[in-house]
């Protein structure tokens, strides 16, 4: 493969261990020599699988996983842009937040989270990752003279459900 045809792939996900299902995508990129980063919008830190620690501990070994899944996947860089576990919710200065890192790595190619998954922290991640790439076009709000537009593939998870959470029907009634 030349150089023209290698590819940046950012993985944009929520919490460190979110983008398990995406893991093999970004390994087969990454080891035909695309650059991937691996980008997580916060730390994980309200995680209650690590009761013991205070959220800076939490902070710094979720921090530590991320940085170890992407050695594995062979990532050339992760990213944590920190804007707090339970905070995400789509604003105009988050989507700065993401937009800056578009401009900073010019991805060809994200990948994250549908724009229908019930946890509110992922389901606006994905819309980050969607709104990010209009934002990091525009060098006014950029504040550079150096915008990334070019175009931007979004790979997002398919989740057939409804944010409602509305259990389905269902006719147990049987014909005899």
């Known amino acids: 493969m030349t150089d023209e045809d290698k590819k940046t792939i950012i993985s944009l996900f929520a919490h460190p261990d979110d983008e398990l299902g995406a893991i093999g995508t ?45 050695k594995i996947v062979g990532a050339k860089k992760s990213l944590f842009i920190d804007l707090g ?39 606006n991640t994905g819309y980050l990752a969607v709104e990010a790439v209009k934002f990091a076009r525009i060098n006014r709000i950029m504040e550079t003279d150096e915008p990334h537009r070019n175009n931007v593939t979004l790979l997002q998870y398919f989740e057939n459900v409804s944010l409602s959470r509305t259990p389905a029907l269902k006719n147990d009634c049987q014909p005899h």
């Open 85 to 123: 576990d339970g905070y995400i919710e789509n604003t105009r200065d988050q989507r700065i937040s993401v937009a800056k890192m578009y401009v900073k790595e010019k991805p060809d190619a994200v990948v994250t989270w549908g724009l229908n998954n019930s946890h509110s922290d992922h389901r």
């Open 26 to 70: 970004l390994a087969n990129h990454a080891a035909r020599g695309d650059r991937v980063i691996m980008a997580w919008t916060t730390c994980g830190e309200l995680t209650t699988l690590l009761p013991e620690m205070t959220i800076e501990q939490i902070k710094k070994e979720r921090m530590r996983h991320g940085e170890e899944i992407a």
